[in-house]
Protein backbone atom coordinates (compact mmCIF):
# COMPACT_ATOMS: atom_id res chain seq x y z
CA UNK A 1 0.00 0.00 0.00
CA UNK A 2 2.80 2.43 0.87
CA UNK A 3 4.00 1.80 -2.60
CA UNK A 4 0.65 2.47 -4.27
CA UNK A 5 0.44 6.06 -2.11
CA UNK A 6 3.40 7.25 -3.35
CA UNK A 7 2.85 5.93 -6.43
CA UNK A 8 -0.37 8.08 -6.91
CA UNK A 9 1.26 11.29 -4.93
CA UNK A 10 4.00 11.01 -7.54
CA UNK A 11 0.75 11.47 -9.98
CA UNK A 12 -0.70 14.76 -8.65
CA UNK A 13 2.76 15.96 -8.50
CA UNK A 14 3.47 15.43 -11.97
CA UNK A 15 0.06 17.06 -12.06
CA UNK A 16 0.78 20.09 -10.57
CA UNK A 17 4.26 20.67 -12.38
CA UNK A 18 2.10 20.21 -15.43
CA UNK A 19 -0.19 22.93 -14.96
CA UNK A 20 1.39 25.60 -12.37
CA UNK A 21 4.99 26.41 -12.67
CA UNK A 22 4.41 29.04 -10.09
CA UNK A 23 2.63 26.99 -7.29
CA UNK A 24 5.02 24.36 -7.80
CA UNK A 25 8.16 26.34 -7.36
CA UNK A 26 6.21 27.52 -4.15
CA UNK A 27 5.86 23.86 -2.93
CA UNK A 28 9.64 23.52 -3.84
CA UNK A 29 10.51 26.24 -1.27
CA UNK A 30 8.33 24.64 1.56
CA UNK A 31 10.16 21.78 3.81
CA UNK A 32 10.50 18.54 2.50
CA UNK A 33 7.78 16.78 4.38
CA UNK A 34 5.13 19.05 2.78
CA UNK A 35 5.75 18.67 -0.45
CA UNK A 36 4.10 15.15 -1.36
CA UNK A 37 0.49 16.44 0.82
CA UNK A 38 0.48 20.02 -0.79
CA UNK A 39 0.75 18.14 -3.88
CA UNK A 40 -2.11 15.95 -2.61
CA UNK A 41 -4.26 18.83 -2.27
CA UNK A 42 -3.70 20.96 -5.26
CA UNK A 43 -3.79 17.33 -7.52
CA UNK A 44 -7.48 16.73 -6.39
CA UNK A 45 -8.54 20.87 -7.18
CA UNK A 46 -7.10 21.16 -10.30
CA UNK A 47 -8.82 17.97 -11.49
CA UNK A 48 -12.22 19.40 -10.49
CA UNK A 49 -11.53 23.11 -11.98
CA UNK A 50 -10.90 21.38 -14.81
CA UNK A 51 -14.09 19.45 -15.15
CA UNK A 52 -16.17 22.64 -15.24
CA UNK A 53 -13.70 24.85 -16.83
CA UNK A 54 -12.42 22.73 -20.47
CA UNK A 55 -14.45 19.87 -20.80
CA UNK A 56 -16.51 21.51 -22.98
CA UNK A 57 -17.73 18.86 -25.41
CA UNK A 58 -18.34 16.62 -22.49
CA UNK A 59 -21.05 16.24 -19.97
CA UNK A 60 -19.80 18.09 -17.71
CA UNK A 61 -22.27 17.71 -14.98
CA UNK A 62 -22.76 13.86 -14.61
CA UNK A 63 -18.89 14.36 -14.88
CA UNK A 64 -18.74 16.09 -11.87
CA UNK A 65 -20.98 14.19 -9.56
CA UNK A 66 -19.29 11.33 -10.50
CA UNK A 67 -16.04 12.76 -9.55
CA UNK A 68 -17.98 13.91 -6.26
CA UNK A 69 -19.51 10.14 -5.43
CA UNK A 70 -15.78 9.10 -6.08
CA UNK A 71 -14.22 11.74 -4.09
CA UNK A 72 -16.67 10.70 -0.82
CA UNK A 73 -16.01 7.20 -1.51
CA UNK A 74 -12.34 6.73 -1.50
CA UNK A 75 -12.24 8.72 1.73
CA UNK A 76 -14.93 6.60 3.30
CA UNK A 77 -13.32 3.53 2.21
CA UNK A 78 -9.60 4.51 2.26
CA UNK A 79 -8.63 3.59 -1.22
CA UNK A 80 -9.48 4.62 -4.74
CA UNK A 81 -8.29 3.15 -7.91
CA UNK A 82 -8.04 7.18 -9.20
CA UNK A 83 -4.34 8.04 -8.04
CA UNK A 84 -5.66 11.45 -7.93
CA UNK A 85 -8.42 10.85 -5.14
CA UNK A 86 -6.19 7.89 -3.17
CA UNK A 87 -3.63 10.43 -2.76
CA UNK A 88 -5.94 13.05 -1.84
CA UNK A 89 -8.07 10.72 0.89
CA UNK A 90 -4.50 9.89 2.29
CA UNK A 91 -3.94 13.22 3.04
CA UNK A 92 -7.57 13.75 4.31
CA UNK A 93 -6.89 10.94 6.76
CA UNK A 94 -3.60 12.05 7.93
CA UNK A 95 -4.04 15.60 8.67
CA UNK A 96 -7.66 15.68 9.59
CA UNK A 97 -8.96 17.92 6.72
CA UNK A 98 -12.70 18.57 7.77
CA UNK A 99 -15.20 17.18 4.85
CA UNK A 100 -16.83 20.07 5.19
CA UNK A 101 -14.23 22.07 3.72
CA UNK A 102 -14.49 19.45 0.72
CA UNK A 103 -18.25 19.44 0.36
CA UNK A 104 -17.85 23.54 0.50
CA UNK A 105 -15.49 23.47 -2.42
CA UNK A 106 -17.11 20.96 -4.67
CA UNK A 107 -20.74 22.80 -4.47
CA UNK A 108 -18.40 25.78 -5.44
CA UNK A 109 -17.81 23.93 -8.66
CA UNK A 110 -21.05 22.95 -9.34
CA UNK A 111 -21.76 26.69 -9.32
CA UNK A 112 -19.77 27.06 -11.93
CA UNK A 113 -21.63 24.57 -14.44
CA UNK A 114 -24.75 27.06 -14.08
CA UNK A 115 -25.01 30.84 -15.33
CA UNK A 116 -25.25 32.81 -12.28
CA UNK A 117 -25.34 36.30 -11.76
CA UNK A 118 -23.53 37.07 -8.53
CA UNK A 119 -24.65 39.09 -5.88
CA UNK A 120 -22.44 39.85 -2.65
CA UNK A 121 -24.09 36.79 -0.59
CA UNK A 122 -23.01 34.39 -3.66
CA UNK A 123 -20.23 35.65 -4.40
CA UNK A 124 -18.88 35.17 -0.66
CA UNK A 125 -20.29 31.72 -1.17
CA UNK A 126 -17.71 31.19 -4.23
CA UNK A 127 -14.85 32.60 -2.86
CA UNK A 128 -15.15 30.51 0.53
CA UNK A 129 -15.90 27.17 -1.49
CA UNK A 130 -13.27 27.87 -4.11
CA UNK A 131 -10.76 29.59 -2.96
CA UNK A 132 -10.42 29.89 0.99
CA UNK A 133 -11.43 26.19 1.83
CA UNK A 134 -8.62 25.29 -0.56
CA UNK A 135 -6.21 27.32 1.75
CA UNK A 136 -7.85 26.09 5.00
CA UNK A 137 -6.83 22.42 3.75
CA UNK A 138 -3.27 23.48 3.37
CA UNK A 139 -3.33 24.91 6.54
CA UNK A 140 -4.32 21.75 8.56
CA UNK A 141 -0.92 20.31 6.84
CA UNK A 142 1.65 23.02 8.07
CA UNK A 143 0.03 22.41 11.21
CA UNK A 144 0.35 19.19 11.58
CA UNK A 145 -2.18 18.29 14.02
CA UNK A 146 -1.80 21.76 16.33
CA UNK A 147 -5.63 22.66 16.62
CA UNK A 148 -4.37 25.84 18.44
CA UNK A 149 -2.32 27.41 15.90
CA UNK A 150 -4.81 26.23 13.42
CA UNK A 151 -7.20 27.84 14.89
CA UNK A 152 -5.35 30.78 15.48
CA UNK A 153 -4.08 31.22 11.91
CA UNK A 154 -7.74 30.52 9.95
CA UNK A 155 -8.78 33.61 9.48
CA UNK A 156 -5.39 35.34 7.58
CA UNK A 157 -5.10 31.60 5.41
CA UNK A 158 -8.76 32.22 4.36
CA UNK A 159 -8.27 35.99 3.16
CA UNK A 160 -5.12 35.11 1.54
CA UNK A 161 -6.82 32.27 -0.29
CA UNK A 162 -9.75 35.44 -1.00
CA UNK A 163 -7.08 37.48 -2.36
CA UNK A 164 -5.36 35.17 -4.71
CA UNK A 165 -9.14 34.40 -6.28
CA UNK A 166 -9.63 37.57 -6.57
CA UNK A 167 -6.87 38.68 -8.22
CA UNK A 168 -7.21 35.47 -10.71
CA UNK A 169 -10.72 36.64 -11.17
CA UNK A 170 -9.55 40.63 -12.55
CA UNK A 171 -6.76 38.61 -14.53
CA UNK A 172 -9.43 36.26 -16.39
CA UNK A 173 -12.04 38.86 -16.88
CA UNK A 174 -11.79 38.28 -20.74
CA UNK A 175 -11.37 34.77 -20.96
CA UNK A 176 -14.37 34.15 -18.28
CA UNK A 177 -16.64 36.20 -19.89
CA UNK A 178 -15.88 35.13 -23.55
CA UNK A 179 -15.02 31.65 -22.82
CA UNK A 180 -17.44 30.63 -19.66
CA UNK A 181 -20.21 33.47 -19.83
CA UNK A 182 -18.75 34.65 -16.15
CA UNK A 183 -18.36 37.24 -14.44
CA UNK A 184 -17.78 36.88 -10.66
CA UNK A 185 -17.84 40.21 -8.65
CA UNK A 186 -21.33 41.38 -7.80
CA UNK A 187 -23.22 43.78 -9.80
CA UNK A 188 -20.49 44.41 -12.31
CA UNK A 189 -21.09 44.77 -15.98
CA UNK A 190 -18.59 42.98 -18.01
CA UNK A 191 -19.42 45.47 -21.15
CA UNK A 192 -19.33 48.87 -18.99
CA UNK A 193 -16.31 47.55 -16.28
CA UNK A 194 -14.78 51.11 -15.37
CA UNK A 195 -12.12 52.77 -13.57
CA UNK A 196 -14.13 53.07 -10.48
CA UNK A 197 -15.30 49.79 -10.22
CA UNK A 198 -11.60 48.42 -10.91
CA UNK A 199 -10.61 50.84 -7.59
CA UNK A 200 -13.40 48.98 -5.83
CA UNK A 201 -11.97 45.79 -6.38
CA UNK A 202 -8.56 46.29 -5.80
CA UNK A 203 -9.45 48.34 -2.77
CA UNK A 204 -11.25 44.93 -1.33
CA UNK A 205 -8.27 42.77 -2.49
CA UNK A 206 -5.71 44.87 -0.77
CA UNK A 207 -7.35 43.94 2.68
CA UNK A 208 -7.67 41.04 1.83
CA UNK A 209 -3.73 40.92 1.16
CA UNK A 210 -3.08 42.90 4.37
CA UNK A 211 -5.18 40.48 6.76
CA UNK A 212 -3.26 37.52 5.59
CA UNK A 213 0.12 38.90 6.02
CA UNK A 214 0.22 39.06 9.79
CA UNK A 215 -1.07 35.09 9.34
CA UNK A 216 1.99 34.64 7.44
CA UNK A 217 4.60 35.58 9.41
CA UNK A 218 3.19 33.09 12.30
CA UNK A 219 3.28 30.27 10.25
CA UNK A 220 6.01 27.60 11.23
CA UNK A 221 9.25 28.42 9.88
CA UNK A 222 8.95 25.13 7.88
CA UNK A 223 5.95 26.38 5.49
CA UNK A 224 6.64 30.01 5.86
CA UNK A 225 9.08 30.26 2.86
CA UNK A 226 6.99 28.62 0.44
CA UNK A 227 3.28 30.39 1.51
CA UNK A 228 5.38 34.19 1.53
CA UNK A 229 6.22 33.36 -1.88
CA UNK A 230 3.32 32.78 -3.49
CA UNK A 231 2.32 36.17 -1.58
CA UNK A 232 4.88 37.95 -3.41
CA UNK A 233 3.91 36.43 -6.62
CA UNK A 234 0.73 37.32 -6.59
CA UNK A 235 1.16 40.96 -4.76
CA UNK A 236 3.28 41.65 -7.90
CA UNK A 237 0.47 40.34 -10.23
CA UNK A 238 -1.79 42.58 -8.42
CA UNK A 239 0.14 45.90 -8.43
CA UNK A 240 0.91 45.34 -12.24
CA UNK A 241 -3.22 45.00 -12.75
CA UNK A 242 -3.42 48.06 -10.30
CA UNK A 243 -1.48 50.10 -12.75
CA UNK A 244 -3.26 49.26 -15.76
CA UNK A 245 -6.55 50.64 -17.12
CA UNK A 246 -10.14 49.01 -16.46
CA UNK A 247 -9.78 49.30 -20.75
CA UNK A 248 -6.66 46.53 -20.61
CA UNK A 249 -7.68 44.00 -18.41
CA UNK A 250 -10.51 43.67 -20.82
CA UNK A 251 -8.53 43.26 -23.62
CA UNK A 252 -5.32 41.41 -22.61
CA UNK A 253 -4.42 39.15 -19.44
CA UNK A 254 -2.53 40.17 -17.48
CA UNK A 255 0.89 38.24 -16.38
CA UNK A 256 3.98 37.99 -14.71
CA UNK A 257 7.30 37.37 -16.89
CA UNK A 258 9.55 34.04 -15.01
CA UNK A 259 12.65 36.36 -15.17
CA UNK A 260 10.22 38.84 -12.53
CA UNK A 261 9.17 35.07 -10.89
CA UNK A 262 12.56 34.12 -10.20
CA UNK A 263 13.81 37.71 -9.05
CA UNK A 264 10.78 37.20 -6.75
CA UNK A 265 12.42 33.40 -5.72
CA UNK A 266 15.62 34.80 -5.00
CA UNK A 267 14.50 37.92 -3.03
CA UNK A 268 12.18 35.73 -0.77
CA UNK A 269 14.58 33.24 -0.25
CA UNK A 270 17.47 35.79 0.64
CA UNK A 271 14.99 37.14 3.04
CA UNK A 272 14.34 33.79 4.66
CA UNK A 273 17.78 33.16 5.17
CA UNK A 274 18.59 36.76 6.70
CA UNK A 275 15.51 35.54 9.06
CA UNK A 276 13.82 38.81 7.86
CA UNK A 277 10.27 37.47 7.91
Same mark, same amino acid.
Given at each position: ??????????????????????????????????????????????????????????????????????????????????????????????????????????????? /??????? /???????????? #????????????????????????????????????????????????????????????????????????????? /???? #?????????????????????????????????????????????? /????????????????????
Amino acid at each position: MELFKECCLKCSKIITEFYSTSFTLGIKTLHKKFHMPIYGIYGFVRMADEIVDTFHDFDKRHLLADFKKQTYEAIDSGISLNPVLHAFQCVVKEYDIDKEYIEAFLKSMEM /DLDDHVY /DRSLYKEYIYGS #AEVVGLMCLKVFCEGDREMFERLKKPAASLGSAFQKVNFLRDMKSDYNDRGRVYFPKVEYMNFSNDCKVEIENDILR /DFED #AYAGIMALPRSARMGVYLAYVYYLKLFRKIQNLPATHILKERVRVP /DNTKLALLLGSYLKYRLNVF
